[in-house]
C-alpha cells in the first residue's frame, strides 16, 4: 500500500470507482472511510495469507485465545498505522476536502464487549500478531455488541447497538467453515466405538466463521479472530416452511439464530441464564471442534495435540471446553479417559479476572442435564475423581471437601471455575496482588494442593493504540526526546527520565496536554453542553459503573467540596472539572441510580454562582473505546478508588498514567505495581490496602460510628439523603444512603476521611503547574512495565510455551 498521499489517493479513487460506485469528486467521509478501508482490507489478506502459509509450512506450534468478548473498537487508523501508511491515508482524504478525524468517526466501534476483559483481549491479540506469535482469537460474532447509552432526565436508556447494519469492512466471512453444535437430547452408553457413550442431541445448531484480521505492527503479521454466528440448517426451516407454516418455520430460524444474538451485560451477578450457557458451550464447541480439525489436515494424528496446540481460556466463560474437550477425544476419537484427561490438562490454561466470589459463574445441575446430557456425565467424573483426591488430601476435612467441590451440593450447582481450574496446567491471576489473593481465597484450597500451577501475569495496554495513536502530540515529543522505538519496546520510554529537568521539554509536554484537554473540553460541550475550563483540573474516572468502584465515593467528594467552597465563597479554590463516565448493567439497579445521583449532583453544581469557575461534575455519555481514545490523553487526574481487594487489576489506571495523568487511589490491583514504577511521591495513595480491609471487617464494620466521628461524612450523607440535589423527590436517594449507614459492603464510609485528605494533596499540587508537569512527565517515563507486549510474551514464554514464528 502506497506510503506516498499522491499515489494512495489514485488508489483509493479506483476503489471509490470500481468497488463502491462513487465518483471520487463525490466522495463522502462514510465512502473515504470504506475506500480506504478497502485498500487496507486487500494488503491485509496478502498478508495474512502469507503468514498462514508459514505457520503451516513450519508447523508452528499455535495458541488459540477463546473469549466471550473482544472490544475492538474502530479499526482504521490502527490498521493503516500497522501498514504503515497512516500519514499518506490522512494526507489522501484531505485532497478531498475532508478532515482525517471525520472520516476516522465514521466507522462503527466493534464493541463486542462490556469492558475490561473484552478491552484486554483485543489488546492482547495485536500484541501477538506485533510480536509473530502464532496465534487465533476465538469468539462470537455478535450482532449487537454493547448498547448504547443516552441519558434522558438524568438516568441511563439502553440503545441496541446494530454494528453490523452497513457491513463491516473488516469481515472475512468463510462459508467453507461450518461445525455442528449439538444441544440436548440424551445419551446412549456403550453404543459408540470402543463401546464410547454415543449423544443424541436433540438439535443442531450451525456455527459459522466470520474472520477479523488483526494486523501487527512493523511486522507483516497478522492474526485472526475467529467469531462465530449460529444458523439454523437448512433443512430444518425447509420443514415446516414446505407445510406453508411460516410462522413457525420463522420461530424456529429465530429459536437458532438467537444465540449469537446478542453481548450479555456484565453485572457481576451471574443468574444462569440458559441463553448464556448455550452461547458458551456454541462458541466453545465451535472453537475447539475448528481447532482439531486444523490440528488433524496438518498432522493426520491427534497424539501430538498438546505438544502443537495451546487453549487459553480468558475467564471461566469458555470452561466448558474442559468437558467439551474430554467428549471429543472420548467419544468421537476413542481416547481413554486417562488419555483424554492428561492430555486435556495439558492443553488448557486459564486466567482469572475477578475475584469476587458472587461473580463466579456456576450453573445448575439440572439445566446441564437438559441442555448438555453427556457434558454434565463427564463434569460428574472429573467431580467424583477430584473428591477422592480431595478426601486423600485432607482426611476427615468435609468442610474442606465441599468448599473445593467441583459441584456444589447446594443446588446441586456446577462451579465453573472449578471446572477451568481442574482442567488447566496453569492458573493465572491478573496482577499480583491479585494472583496472592486468588491463591489465599477463592482457590485457596487448590492451591494448597498445588502451588506450582498459580501464578500471576500482571496485565498491560496496547502502546500503539493507547498511546501512538490516541495521543498524537505527545507521541510526537517522545519521538524527538528519545525516537519511535518505545511503540515496540515499551520500556524504552525510561528514557524520558534524562528530560524531566529540561525545562523546556516539559513545558512542551504540558503545551501538548492542554492541547488534548481543549480537544476533550469540546467534545464534552458537544455531548453535554457543558462549557469547563480547559486550564481547571480534569479529573477524570471512567469505568463501568460498579459499587466495588466506589463512584459513589467520588459523587461524595463532590458534593463535600461544593458544600466547603459555598461555605468559604472568597477562598481560593483551584479549578476543578470532575468527569465521570461509564455504563451500568440494564438490571443493577444500584448503578442506575448512581448515574443518575451524578446527573443531580450535576444539575445543582453546575448551576450555582459560587461554584461557577471553580467547580464542574460532567458525566460523559455512552463511555466505549473511542470515547476513551479522547479522555485518556486529556486527564490530569487518574481516579483508581475501588475498595482494595477488589479490582482484579485494573487497564484504565495504565492508559491514564501512560499518557501522563497522575493517579489518585487505592493500593488495589496493578495500581500498586504502577506505585512501585513511578514513585509514589508521583501519586495520590489513600485508604485501607487489603489486608486493612480484611482487619476491618473481621471487625464488623459500623458505618454509623464512623458517621458520628465525622461531620464531613454526615454533612455530606444528609444532603444526599434529604433531596437537596433531588428537591422534586427528596426521598430518591433515601434507599441508597440508608444501605450505605447499615451495610456499606465497599467501605466506603471508612476510607471517605482519607479520600478527602489526598484530594486535598492534589489541589496543593495543582497549584504548582510546573511541578505538575513534570511529575506527569516521570510518571510516563515509568510505565513501560504495562505494554501488553510485555504481558503476552511472558504469557508465551512461561504458559504457553509458543515461540514468535516471523
Ligand atoms: C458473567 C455471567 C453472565 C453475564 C455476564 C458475565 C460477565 C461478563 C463480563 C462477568 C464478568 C465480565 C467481565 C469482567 C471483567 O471485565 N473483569 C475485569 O477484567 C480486567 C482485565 O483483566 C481487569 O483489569 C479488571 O480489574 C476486571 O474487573
Redesign the pocket.
Known sequence: MPSHAARLDEELQSRLRDELGVAPGRASRGDLMRGLAALARQQLARRWVASDAADRRTRARRVHFLC??FLIGRSLANTLAALGCEDAAAQAVQRHAAAWEDVQAEEADAAL????????AACYLESMATLGLPAWGYGIRYEYGMFAQTIQDGQQVEHPDPWLEDGSPWEFPRPDVCHRIGFGGRVEQGAGPGRAPVWHPQTVVHAKAYDLLIPGHATERVGTLRLWRSAAPALIDLQAFNLGDYARAAACKNAYENISWVL??????????EL?LRQEYFFTSASIQDILARHLEEHGRLDNLAAQQAIHLN?S?PAIAVAELMRLLIDEHGWSWPGAWAQTRQLLSY?N??LMPE?L?TWPVELLARVLPRHLEIITRIHQDWTQEARLAWPGDAARHARAALIDAEGPRVRMAHLAVLGSHHVNG??AL?GKLLRETVFADFAAHDPSRFSHVT?GVSPRRWLAQCNPALAQLIDEAIGPAWRRDLDALIGLRAWLDDGAFVARFAAARQANKRRLAAVIAHETGIAVDAASLFDVQVK?I?EYKRQLLNLMHVVWRWQSLRAAPQADWAPRTVILAGKA?SGYAMARQIIRLAHDIARVVNSDADAAGRLRLVFLPNYGVSLAEVVMPAADLSQQI?LAGT??????NMKLALNGALTLGTAD??TIEIRDCVGEENMFLFGLDADGVAARRAQGYAPREQLARDPRLAGVLEAIGTGVFSPEEPGRYLMLVDQLLREDAYLVTADFGSYLQAQERTDEAYRMPEAWARRALATVSGMGHFSADRAVAEYARRIWRVRPSG
Open positions: 466471550m468478548e464487549g462490556n469492558g475490561g476483559l473484552g478491552r484486554l450479555y451485560p456484565d453485572d457481576r451477578t451471574p443468574e444462569g441464564r448464556r475467564d466463560h486466567t479476572h475477578t461473580a459463574e491478573v496482577s491479585h496485565n463501568r460498579h448493567a475501588s479490582e482484579a487489576s485494573g487497564t484504565g490491583g496493578a
